[in-house]
């Protein structure tokens, strides 16, 4: 079993930022990947970014050059540096954790960026 948790969400200005941060515990292995999604309210759970093991990355459209993803190997930790924010990222967001054929989210961290 893997358990997720996120911190870092919070209430901040338009343009302003935040660093959102998920560890990981339990079995992990070297074959996973990592990734941030969003949810705002009355909308569909998106895909944000993502990372493996390697540190190959992703981002959405509606998040590259303001977003960047992160991980530390050795701490089983993944980050999201987000920059520049917009209302429009008004969201939940959730670590998920993918390896060997299995999701595992957490229980998400919200994010509320004000005009």
């Known amino acids: 079993q893997v358990q997720l948790v996120e911190s870092g969400g919070g209430l901040v200005q338009a343009g302003g930022s935040l660093r959102l941060s998920c560890v990981a515990s339990?079995?992990?292995?070297?074959?996973?990947?990592m990734g941030w999604y969003r949810q705002a309210p009355g909308k569909q759970r998106e895909l944000v970014a993502t990372?493996?093991?390697?540190?190959?990355?992703t981002h959405a459209d509606s998040v590259k050059g303001r977003f960047t993803i992160s991980r530390d190997n050795a701490r089983n930790m993944m980050n999201l540096q987000m920059n520049s924010l917009k209302p429009e990222d008004t969201a939940v967001y959730y670590c998920?954790?993918?390896?060997?054929?299995?999701?595992?989210w957490g229980k998400g961290t919200l994010v509320t960026v004000s005009s």
């Open positions: 990372i493996n093991y390697y540190h190959g990355t």
């Open positions: 998920k954790l993918f390896q060997r054929g299995v999701d595992y």
């Open positions: 339990g079995s992990i292995f070297s074959d996973n990947v």
